[in-house]
């Protein structure tokens, strides 16, 4: 069964680094999604994109924060300058190529997270 | 302001039970419904939703949830609990419209020999 990946599985790094966390869509979805889960706190949403573009953000996703999808097969969230409160669990999601005002809903599926700890 | 709510943090059933794991919401519109669920170390596991029409649905490993659009809830249910289906469940919504799903703060399934 298809399923999304995402690499590393725990990123350790300084407060002010910049880093970029790694997901591999399943293949055939045109629809990529980031979450975080703050130690204790409930899953928040990002970011959604879409044909290269930003669909919808949250608050949270703020300048520090931007996504790519450099090739046909990665998508990456890269933060520029880490704060101690971005340390979280990041979660990744990919579903297939209906969006939210079509008719039909596709769930999105999700990779098993990469844990960023800031130092 | 938008929000999901699993008032227990968890449930405790004995295997071979019936197990009811609850979710109410609080999102404008006729939004659309989920259950996740996470095993150790693993992502968030689709398990089922609801879109429209019928208010019960069934989905993986023998799982329903029952829509109830005046109580606002979507609980999940499953006639009899088996000790792997020992979790963290997620209810979560989305409205029509956005992208973005909104997550319950999850419940814990303990399910005993």
């Known amino acids: 069964e298809p399923e999304v990946t995402q690499t590393p599985s725990h990123q350790v790094t300084q407060m002010g680094q910049e880093v970029i966390l790694r997901c591999v869509p399943i293949s055939n979805h045109l629809y990529f999604y980031w979450y975080r889960q703050i130690l204790g706190q409930k899953v928040e949403f990002l970011v959604s994109?879409?044909?290269?573009?930003?669909?919808?953000k949250s608050e949270i996703f703020d300048d520090q924060f931007s996504v790519e999808r450099p090739d046909g097969s990665n998508f990456t969230l890269k933060i520029r300058s880490t704060k101690l409160e971005d340390s979280a669990m990041y979660f990744c999601?990919?579903?297939?190529?209906?969006?939210?005002?079509?008719?039909?809903?596709?769930?999105?599926?999700f990779g098993p997270g990469t844990r960023l700890t800031v130092l | 302001a938008q929000s999901v709510a699993q008032p227990e943090d968890q449930v405790n059933v004995a295997e071979g039970n019936p197990l009811t794991v609850k979710c109410t919401y609080s999102v404008s519109g006729n939004p659309y419904l989920f259950w996740y669920v996470q095993y150790p170390n693993r992502g968030l596991q689709f398990l089922l939703k609801y879109i429209t029409g019928d208010n019960l649905v069934k989905g993986s490993y023998g799982f329903e949830a029952e829509f109830n659009k005046s109580q606002t809830s979507f609980h999940l249910k499953k006639p009899s609990a088996l000790v792997s289906d020992s979790a963290l469940y997620f209810c979560a919504v989305r409205r029509r419209g956005s992208y973005k799903l909104i997550f319950g703060s999850g419940t814990r399934l303990l399910v005993r020999p």
């Open positions: 994109f879409y044909n290269n573009e930003i669909s919808e």
């Open positions: 999601a990919s579903s297939e190529n209906r969006g939210p005002g079509t008719s039909g809903y596709n769930e999105q599926f």
